[in-house]
């Protein structure tokens, strides 16, 4: 066994036993609900950001806190400017509608006292001390609380209750050790043999807020979406808002975001994008290694980013309209580790911005979204909380944090986003593991322009889906090669091309180019068929019925492989009427039906723009699948989507098609 091959061997067999190796190495984030909610209660809640006591719901706390309401009337103007913005471009935008037309944030969800932030994760990301030291900071990186939208009200004698698609991240920065290092700060993340890992160890230890410094409050937050019905060919949209603030009592900063270029600004300003290109040049070695601090003069404090199809569209490239290739034509590439070409390096700067990485190798725009608590209705919880590629993320981490415990110099390197887990060794070796099924690849073109790549797994080839205009590389996916005799539901089943509207990313257009796969002609329990992107399945899926077998999980044995498929759950007509009418609890009370879907699990996730959703825990025999789930396209699960939610107002009034922002009125 060659040296490479017995490191990702190595690998495998420790990511197979994540959970042994977590509780007796470094803790690298906490996503349990019961150890969250006691964190909650101890302190940590959303209202203490703010130094706020008492109640946390989103009512209060506006009224509460100056900083959390200045927050909210900022996100309210960047709503209403993107929805003057699209209706200029012909996409009228609605809060509440049972039509085929674009919907928007309802803004009263931040300031309703039926919402609150619930805490849904804490990250340990000392790992960012790699940039403390760019900033010249001696801070030994940062703990991260991460905070979801979530509601919970009573209707008609019924408790409604689901998270939404909006984020806060408040970000705390970690005092060194005495003597100014970080080995000590990073052991106290590790338990002792005789602890574990609960609330009371976490306030004790690596949490004591005598150590935590308040830095900044980050927003990803879903802010409009267009279904299926509207986007047929795209099979829906999405957009996201992203943005960083700093408070100081009532005052509130809007802070630059992280290596994210302001676009409009340098495209006017000859001379400022002159003076972007040659920082870039001159800390070429320093974007290579994914370790850089773009100055702030450059960058933007708002970006939006779009999806479905994250990965290929052309404003989740943000520097690829500002830079050609030939401007960077005359740099050295050949001592680096990952950019070999100028096409790399606009590359590795897209991937490394705000609009890049969360589209790529994300879930829904997100990598942390946490696990859902009993409160969540059993048709709209999800498998699995984080994203492929914080999944890949935590063996470097992990390594990073056993380096500096043992003294040693870490690995710096950061991967692309959409890379694979990889073994990590303290020598500067990057070994990845092959990519698994519909996990993102290079296809030999772009990967020409990189060092050290990765691989499709076995019987998987890597195959572009879409292209983008504009967009210089190649997004693509390890799949199935044409005519295999191991197709699955779920499969994507159709190729793509993107218009690219620089000026109006709402308004890109995609245009089915082909199938490839899946060419039974109707639906059956034997042969696969390709389901439509007009039913919200993004490059169509292949789709075979349910049969009593499947219904049976009878592929499922204990020991042996997970089989690709599994008879998990489908929207049907009755789902379709119930979303349209703005009836949510009707949806999520009967209006499904059985179907395949990809199977998933925390070791193996769902193709972009598809998410880990739960089986309900009164499905027939799902004891024999305890931890797996099914892929479902991303807004099919309401959680996932900021429209057509019940709402506790007195009246959800519907909007008439000639509303404006904030039509929809109470009683």
């Not at 909610?37 to 509460?64: H, I, S």
């Not at 939208?149 to 050790?177: C, E, I, M, T």
């Amino acid at each position: 066994m060659t040296h490479r091959f017995a490191l990702i061997a190595g690998f495998l067999v420790a990511l197979l036993m994540a959970q042994v190796a977590r509780a007796e190495g470094p803790v690298t984030m906490v996503d349990d609900p019961a150890i969250l909610a006691a964190l909650d209660a101890r302190g940590f809640g959303f209202a203490g950001v703010f130094a706020v006591d008492g109640e946390d719901d989103l009512k209060a706390l506006y009224d509460e806190a100056p900083a959390y309401h200045a927050i909210v009337d900022t996100v309210a103007g960047d709503v209403a400017a993107l929805r003057a913005e699209m209706k200029a471009g012909g996409r009228t935008l609605y809060e509440v509608t049972d039509g085929n037309v674009g919907r928007i944030m309802d803004m009263r969800w931040l300031k309703t006292a039926a919402a609150r932030f619930r805490l849904v994760g804490v990250v340990n990301r000392l790992d960012r001390r790699d940039f403390a030291d760019v900033q010249g900071e001696s801070n030994c990186g940062e703990v991260r609380f991460i905070y979801r939208l979530a509601y919970s009200f009573k209707k008609n004698g019924k408790v409604l209750a689901s998270r939404l698609p909006f984020n806060f991240n408040a970000v705390y920065s970690v005092a060194p050790d005495a003597d100014g290092g970080c080995v000590g700060v990073a052991g106290r993340w590790t338990p002792q043999l005789d602890e574990s890992v609960d609330a009371g160890w976490l306030v004790g230890g690596p949490l004591e807020k005598a150590g935590l410094s308040f830095r900044q409050l980050e927003l990803n937050a879903q802010i409009v979406r267009f279904p299926s019905g509207q986007e047929t060919e795209f099979g829906g949209q999405a957009a996201y808002l992203m943005r960083i603030f700093d408070f100081d009592g009532a005052a509130i900063i809007e802070k630059p975001l992280e290596n994210t270029p302001d676009t409009g600004r340098l495209t006017e300003d000859a001379a400022l994008k002159k003076r972007l290109a040659d920082y870039i040049s001159d800390h070429v070695a320093a974007i290579d290694l994914g370790v850089y601090e773009i100055p702030d003069e450059f960058l933007a404090k708002k970006a939006i980013s779009w999806s479905t199809f994250g990965s290929a569209r052309q404003a989740n490239h943000p520097f690829t309209p500002l830079f050609q290739p030939t401007d960077f034509a005359g740099l050295d590439y050949s001592g680096l580790k990952l950019v070999r070409t100028p096409e790399a390096l606009v590359e590795r700067l897209d991937n490394g911005a705000c609009q890049g990485c969360h589209q790529a190798g994300s879930t829904a725009g997100f990598h942390f979204i946490g696990l859902d608590d009993r409160t969540t209705s059993p048709l709209n919880r999800i498998e699995v909380g984080i994203s492929p590629h914080l999944h890949a993320e935590i063996p470097r981490r992990e390594a990073w944090l056993r380096a500096t415990i043992d003294g040693k110099e870490p690995n710096r390197f950061r991967p692309l986003s959409f890379a694979p887990p990889a073994a990590w060794t303290d020598t500067g070796e990057v070994d990845y593991a092959p990519a698994e099924m519909a996990m993102p690849c290079l296809v030999p073109e772009d990967a020409a322009r990189f060092g050290a790549s990765w691989q499709c797994d076995g019987g998987t080839v890597c195959t572009p889906l879409t292209t983008a205009s504009g967009v210089r590389t190649k997004p693509a996916q390890c799949l199935l090669p044409k005519d295999s005799k191991d197709m699955f539901s779920g499969h994507p089943c159709l190729t793509g091309s993107i218009a690219s509207n620089a000026a109006q990313p709402f308004n890109d257009r995609y245009k089915i180019t082909g199938q490839f796969a899946a060419f039974a002609t109707d639906v059956s329990r034997t042969a696969y068929t390709c389901r439509p992107p007009k039913i919200g399945v993004p490059a169509g899926i292949a789709y075979r019925g349910c049969d009593d077998k499947d219904r049976a999980f009878a592929a499922f044995k204990a020991g042996k492989p997970m089989p690709s498929e599994i008879c998990g759950l489908v929207g049907g007509k009755k789902f379709d009427t119930c979303v349209a009418t703005n009836n949510f609890d009707q949806c999520l009370g009967g209006a499904v039906n059985r179907g395949n879907r990809p199977a998933c699990s925390a070791d193996h996730f769902c193709r972009e723009d598809y998410m880990c959703q739960s089986l309900p825990p009164d499905t027939p025999g799902v004891a024999k699948v305890k931890g797996i789930g099914f892929c479902s396209p991303t807004y099919f699960i309401f959680q996932m989507r900021i429209d057509n939610h019940a709402t506790p107002w007195a009246s959800a009034a519907r909007a008439t098609m000639g509303a404006g922002f904030g039509a929809a009125e109470e009683e």
